[in-house]
């Protein structure tokens, strides 16, 4: 067996091979619990369309604004050019058909100039959408932090992921979510030197944000992709889920986020062109 890191939508997988001992996946966040309607109302499903009538799942999102979704870049960078994209909002199961479910084709999407695909720094992207947002107690943006920020506590991470890390991905009916700690990067960094045999990894100490905890059954999963990492109050947006190492929940091993914080300024600037 072998240690690999993965940044997964639904669809697609870019992966870094490394060194010892873990199975790679194909690709309910892994120990997550099921999430009570209206909980995560800045929580969006992205779906890829081939058509109009031919559309999944992808990876999630965060509302910023009425017209701004804030997602990860590899969603897009990894998915082929042909299709296009969409957003629901307002759901907890994907096939939701509830009278507070909204669904909003993308005009545009904005990725972060310094990305340079696959498992790297800078996996951010902001979604324009072609009509607002209709806000209401289960369909609302997420505050976003004070430019660098540091955050410490409790990260509230959530998605539609697979519930297991096996090779065959076991895909939740609701959105699921998890209130794990926030660890450091250096705690971060040495988790990853260690499960990767002090093979090189592409964790950022200044634009990464990590969750725990390390102690295994716990982590973002294949779909879980581009979701919102919230504070424990769900008030504030931390971070946006990334990559991890798969089997998704191996003990030891953390999952990795863009931190929004290092971004704040970027994301302001874009939106208020």
């Known amino acids: 067996m072998k240690a690999v890191l993965v940044c997964f939508s639904v669809l697609f997988t870019g ?4 060194a010892p001992s873990l199975d790679p996946p194909t690709g309910r966040i892994v120990g997550g619990t099921d999430a009570a309607r209206g909980q995560l109302p800045y929580q969006v499903s992205i779906q890829y369309c081939l058509n109009s009538n031919n559309c999944q799942h992808s990876c999630g999102g965060a509302i910023i604004g ?3 979704i804030l997602s990860a870049a590899h969603c897009i960078t990894q998915a082929p050019a042909l299709g296009s994209y ?8 994907l096939n939701d ?3 507070e479910r909204q669904e909003i084709r993308v005009s545009y999407v904005l990725i972060h100039p310094d990305y340079q695909g696959g498992i790297n720094p800078h996996d951010l992207a902001i979604y324009r959408l072609t009509q607002p947002l ?6 609302e943006p997420i505050n976003l932090p004070e430019a660098d920020e540091i955050y410490e506590g409790v990260g509230r991470v959530s998605g539609w992921g697979s519930l297991v890390g096996t090779e065959t991905p076991v895909m939740p009916t609701t959105l699921q979510y998890i209130d794990t700690p926030v660890i450091s990067t250096e705690t971060c960094k040495t988790a990853l030197d260690s499960l990767l045999g002090g093979q090189p990894h592409p964790l950022d100490l200044a634009s990464n944000l990590c969750t725990g905890p390390l102690t295994g059954g716990i982590s ?7 979701g919102p990492v919230a504070d424990a109050q769900g008030q504030k947006l931390v971070g946006i889920t990334s990559w991890w190492v798969t089997p998704c929940g191996t003990v030891g091993a953390p999952s990795i986020h863009i931190k929004i914080a290092h971004y704040v300024r970027w ?3 874009s939106i208020n062109v």
């Open 134 to 139: 209709s806000f209401s107690n289960q369909v």
């Open 267 to 269: 994301i302001q600037s």
């Open 220 to 226: 973002t999963c294949n779909g879980d992709s581009g």
């Open 15 to 18: 992966i870094f091979a490394a």
């Open 86 to 93: 969409k957003i629901l909002a307002g759901i907890l199961n």
């Open 97 to 99: 058909t509830n009278l």
């Open 66 to 68: 009425s017209l701004w």
